[in-house]
């Protein structure tokens, strides 16, 4: 992990709306992952149990999505430099591995249980769609339409793989939660070191891990876009573009391979890689291109620490809602007008620390980097 105390960034030198993005992203993070009670979301913080999918559900493929922006935007330079591809594979291995492994630090606080702590997570999902994205661009260089073509085969290889392969026990597949091949994977590998929820399977599991390369990918078909010649007006109209059209292609394979966030199905990559791009169209129409910032200032403040805030929030996240957190809900949040709406607030409560240490962050030009 380092940090840097830097000077103010030109503007013309920054991709502004690609931070905005991220902050946004971490803001909605803290925000669904901090309710005041589970008992009682806030209904329009609620992902959806199974099928189908909300905001909420886009949230963690968009992070995904600009950990694979971040690829080409950060190798690239080394590249052209004369840096040696061993080298540069070196550096994301390691990088990886720290990323895993501070995930599964995070699911020991408060209780260090290491016999049975969570191994699959959202840090070590992030940590390997990174690590495969990165050796794909670093080895095989693949440009815009070979990112596509690599996707394309990892979600089509994916649907039969879920919906017509026998689970090893000789059972029939099943998009259930503990009836498909990813939770049959995922238990028979890490049993006893899945969700605490569940026990049984993981919505991070082993085999949708896969999968999400994809969205890995079609971040780095976007970074590798932003890197390109042309306008801004002209990137932006082909994000928005490719975003209807993934959103449009996702809606009608969910017809037959559903939308399910929590075993990242074919058609959950495209619809949410989709309303990614989508977003970042009307970022950057907005906020590069009009010069309208001064709402989403907060934002680009927080983007410029997303991991590091991300981290502190499931840190602090953890220990508020082990004690002190849920007593303060249970007597003060709980009976403002209605327990969800309590919930609501308890969650903008934490959500307004993690933006506070970001702001601050910020304001002294500390730029923490894993």
């Given at each position: 992990m380092t940090y840097s105390i830097q000077q103010a960034i030109?503007?013309?030198?920054?991709?502004?709306?690609?931070?905005?993005?991220?902050?946004?992203?971490i803001f909605l993070m803290c925000l669904v992952n901090n309710p005041g009670s589970w008992g009682h979301v806030y209904t329009p913080l609620l992902e959806a149990d199974w099928s189908g999918y909300g905001i909420p559900d886009l949230i963690f493929p968009g992070f995904i999505f600009l950990v694979g922006m971040a690829v080409p935007l950060s190798l690239d330079r080394r590249l052209a430099s004369g840096e040696s591809r061993l080298r540069l594979f070196r550096h994301v291995l390691i990088r990886s591995i720290i990323l895993f492994f501070i995930g599964v630090a995070i699911h020991m606080v408060p209780d260090?249980?290491?016999?049975?702590?969570?191994?699959?997570?959202?840090?070590?999902?992030?940590a390997f769609v990174y690590l495969c994205g990165s050796c794909i661009y670093i080895f095989c260089r693949p440009n815009a339409f070979w990112l596509a073509i690599i996707g394309a085969v990892i979600l089509l290889i994916y649907?039969?793989?879920?919906?017509?392969?026998?689970?090893?026990?000789?059972?029939?597949?099943?998009?259930?939660?503990?009836?498909?091949?990813?939770?049959?994977?995922?238990?028979?590998?890490?049993?006893?070191?899945?969700?605490?929820?569940?026990?049984t399977w993981d919505p991070e599991g082993i085999v949708s891990s896969f999968a999400a390369i994809a969205t890995g990918l079609s971040g780095i078909w976007a970074g590798k876009l932003i890197k390109s010649s042309g306008s801004q007006?002209?990137?932006?109209?082909?994000?928005?573009?490719?975003?209807?059209?993934?959103?449009?292609?996702?809606?009608?394979?969910?017809?037959?391979?559903?939308?399910?966030?929590?075993?990242?199905?074919?058609?959950?990559?495209?619809?949410?890689?989709?309303?990614?791009?989508?977003?970042?169209?009307?970022?950057?129409w907005i906020y590069d291109i009009r010069?309208?910032?001064?709402?989403?200032?907060?934002?680009?403040?927080?983007?410029?620490?997303?991991l590091i805030l991300y981290i502190v929030e499931e840190l602090l996240g953890s220990?508020?809602?082990?004690?002190?957190?849920?007593?303060?809900?249970?007597?003060?949040y709980q009976n403002i007008i209605s327990p969800s709406f309590g919930s609501l607030l308890y969650a903008l409560t934490v959500t307004a620390l993690i933006s506070l240490l970001g702001v601050t962050l910020y304001r002294f030009k500390i730029f923490i980097k894993i």
């Open positions: 030109p503007r013309k030198q920054r991709i502004e709306a690609i931070d905005v993005f991220r902050g946004l992203i260090f249980d290491l016999a049975n702590v969570r191994i699959p997570g959202v840090l070590q999902r992030i649907w039969p793989l879920m919906t017509l392969v026998p689970l090893p026990n000789g059972a029939a597949p099943a998009l259930t939660p503990t009836g498909n091949l990813d939770a049959y994977i995922s238990n028979l590998l890490l049993k006893g070191h899945l969700w605490e929820v569940t026990k007006q002209e990137k932006a109209l082909v994000f928005l573009i490719s975003g209807v059209v993934l959103v449009a292609l996702g809606q009608i394979w969910g017809i037959q391979f559903p939308i399910i966030k929590k075993l990242w199905t074919s058609s959950f990559v495209l619809v949410s890689g989709g309303w990614s791009m989508i977003l970042l169209a009307f970022l950057i010069g309208f910032r001064k709402p989403f200032k907060l934002f680009a403040m927080l983007g410029r620490n997303a220990i508020l809602a082990a004690g002190t957190g849920y007593i303060i809900y249970e007597n003060i």
